[in-house]
């Protein structure tokens, strides 16, 4: 069974509870996101602790943490780095810009133009930056963060259809219940204070039970019928009168692999059709477009999800 898994989620879980109050299938997708080696966009109104999730994150994970306020006048060497001439040595030495480090929180993405958000693209899916064609790779883990408000318009880009394929997910944040922000008050009211999460105390999850939980996860059965249940998904998302794009191959994988360690959270060595439906919504929503008409009617990427998954037969 997958004890390795179930521990690991678990130890980092208790930890960003000494910070963040509710939000526990919020964790649970980031640390999911994390384990498959992913990344995700955190979309949700100003002021519910986005950044300080993922500040708190990366230090529970021992990792380093980097963020990039993203702004209309940002350009790419600002995230990537760039080379400067070095006078005394005669020649050009290269300045690792903020991606290089573990976790990257990448604030408000939208807000800055195309250009700069393709900056990404190859940081994103090879894990590496290639300036005046010289490579240099990222260490390993290397994680996107990146927070986007969903009311905001103004001054805002939308992201490339390419950059959205590769995150792992959009995992969608809302307010929190009303005992959980009662109990934010009362941490607040008793002196904690969230811009001093360095001063606090996190008890260090091994970063070897990453490389344990890689190899528990490849004995995790996938059987033929959920495969052809996670395909027949992906190809009603192609041909549903309601979207302009459905979702790619690479949307497959990830719904397969994110089903995967859903059920080793459960303590599960096999997937069960419920793991799929669990992981849909963040895995899909953001890489599918909706039809004009179907807007102006106020249908949302969930909606459609959601009715797909009604719509298929699920397997035994």
Partial sequence: MAE?????RDAIRTEIKKVIVGQDEVIDMIILAYLAEGHVILEGVPGIAKTILA???AR?????FNRIQFTPDLMPSDITGTNIFDIGKSKFIF???????????????????????AALLETMQEKQVTVDGERYPLLPPFMVMATQNPIEFEGTYPLPEAQLDRFLMKIVIDYPRRDSEME???KFRDGF???TIEEITFKPVKTSFHKDCRKEFSAIRVDENIIEYIQNVIEATRSHRSLILGVSTRAAIHLMNTARFTAAFDGRDYVIPDDVKRVALPVLRHRIL?????EIEGMKPDTIIEEILDSEKVPR
């Fill in 4 to 8: 390795i898994i179930q521990k690991y």
């Fill in 55 to 57: 500040r708190t994150f």
């Fill in 60 to 64: 529970v994970i021992g990792g380093s």
């Fill in 95 to 117: 300045m690792k810009g903020p991606v290089f480090t573990n976790i990257l929180l990448a604030d408000e993405i939208n807000r800055t133009s195309p250009k700069t958000q």
């Fill in 184 to 186: 934010v008050l009362k």
């Fill in 193 to 195: 204070d969230s811009n």
């Fill in 290 to 294: 909706l039809q004009a008409d179907a």
